[in-house]
């Protein structure tokens, strides 16, 4: 196998476009860049369409470690030179090694949430690596996957997947229409916790019945109306000083914490816990 050594080859051209979501997107693609994301993507049984390793790089460790994901993933490989890896992968292409993998995605209409679940669902988030951040959080609190309503960034985007630390390829990937959410939560008796400066409880005095979907917004708009009316109860994580609010990554990750923290210990299923008595 000869190496390509052009990054105008078509091949790698081909693999270069998928850096965009316009390519991303019809082509339901995305880059693994790295070793380690790479061996989690073929430990967790997700599809590798292309290997793209640059020999040339692949010293010490990552031989042995290269050699084992080139033979477990059972996919085609691309051979090419350190600077063609690079132009694919810019922050962990001196690895010697980038995957183009499938992408997964869920429907909501057949998900049928277990009495101890909680999702995330988010809305218009722009950052690809906010909702990278909160696929990691969510995979460390044991919840089941994000719901992305209205147009939210892509999770798929590789500042995404990189803040993700490879979250994005175990926790299940939605995307929902705002009444689709409300009829699926109806459906399923799911409680639906939403997140607002204003919102009429302190997050650490709520009761999160679960199942649970907790509902965060925007940073610069934060959740609607009409959002509002969907959600079971709206709470609030106090605070002091002069921002207006948290950034929604870190919001989410305190309120998640607060359900986490809440359901550890608890073996009885569906178990309401008493909100926490806090001294003012």
Known sequence: MSVIRSRANPKVKEIRRLLQRKHRDPARLFLLEGWRLVGQAVEGGV????????????????????????????????????????????????????AVARQQWGRLEGMAPGAEDCYVAVKEIREPWSIGTILRTCEAVGGRGVILVGESTDPYHPVAVRASLGAVLSQCLVKAGIGELGAWARRHEVCVVGTSPTGETDYREGLYRKPLVLFVGSERVGLSPEDEALCDVMVRIP?????????????????????????RGDSAGGVEKAPRVWQQ
């Open 47 to 98: 599809e590798i369409v292309r290997l793209v390793v640059a020999p040339e790089l692949l010293t010490g460790d990552f031989v042995g470690v290269s050699r084992r994901l080139i033979r477990r993933s059972n996919a085609p490989v691309l051979e090419v030179a350190p600077e063609v890896l690079l132009s694919i992968s810019p922050q962990h292409g001196r690895q010697g090694i980038a």
């Open 239 to 263: 605070m002091v000083g002069r921002c207006e609010s948290h950034h929604v990554a870190v919001a989410t990750g305190v309120v998640l914490y607060e359900i986490f923290d809440r359901g």
